[in-house]
């Protein structure tokens, strides 16, 4: 079974704009991921923040980890048309050997 | 190429028939992974294979699942008696062995759509 939701299901913004999405687990986690994913098929690992980290960055990329509420954010920043694809989260429970994905935000970022 | 590859790209298959599909993962990636992909769905994790030890199945839908890793490298997903609710993309992922308590980034490859008419 899924692991994580994500919150918002669908975004659309202007270009240029932030774009937040969040994501809730359930169980004790070593790492959360996010993902994206275009068209529906294969996925492109984003970031990686580790379950010690409380935020981790990369490019317009910002990724935040709250344990204590079992939830993450990403934000992307000032965004582009390119930036319109699906995003999931991904945990890797403690001990376990695949990751758990979330059922994704569907971004679109209008130009 | 560098690259997690998956064939068929699309399969189409009437009830009751057998399908398999393939998966080419990066050459030395010690860990495979199956993952099935409902439409506007997340990902559901399916098998895991890591070296020689035996595969983790514990995502497996049913009986009718089963997959192979031959010689540590390319795996084959057999569907049989394919159901209209197999309907799905069924991703491959590969990566490095993982370490203890750690993390490898997973890679995908592009997918196989099934669909079982």
């Known amino acids: 079974s899924q692991q994580g939701e994500e919150d918002p299901q669908a975004l659309s913004i202007q270009e240029g704009e932030n774009a937040t999405m969040n994501c809730s687990y359930k169980?004790?986690?070593?790492?959360l991921q996010w993902y994206r994913q275009n068209s529906g098929r294969g996925l492109v690992h984003l970031i990686l923040i580790r379950s010690n980290e409380r935020e981790k960055h990369s490019g317009r990329l910002r990724v935040t980890l709250d344990t204590s509420k079992k939830s993450s954010s990403l934000l992307i920043t000032a965004s582009r048309a390119a930036d319109t694809a699906s995003y999931f989260c991904?945990?890797?429970?403690?001990?376990?050997?695949?990751?758990?994905f979330g059922t994704g935000t569907r971004l679109t970022v209008i130009p | 190429g560098a690259g997690v590859s998956q064939s068929p790209s699309n399969k189409v298959t009437e009830k009751g028939k057998d399908v398999e599909l393939r998966c080419d993962p990066i050459s030395g990636h010690t860990a495979l992974y199956w993952y099935r992909q409902s439409l506007g769905q997340g990902l559901e994790f399916l098998i895991y294979f890591q070296g020689n030890s035996a595969p983790d199945k514990s995502g497996l839908p049913s009986d009718r699942f089963s997959a192979e890793r031959t010689g540590g490298s390319v795996s084959t997903l057999t569907i049989q008696r394919t159901q209209q609710e197999d309907s799905a993309v069924y991703l491959c992922a590969s990566s490095l062995t993982i370490l203890a308590g750690g993390y490898n980034e997973q890679f995908f490859g592009p997918g196989t759509r099934l669909t079982v008419l």
């Open positions: 169980t004790s986690i070593n790492n």
């Open positions: 991904a945990t890797r429970e403690t001990g376990a050997n695949n990751l758990f």
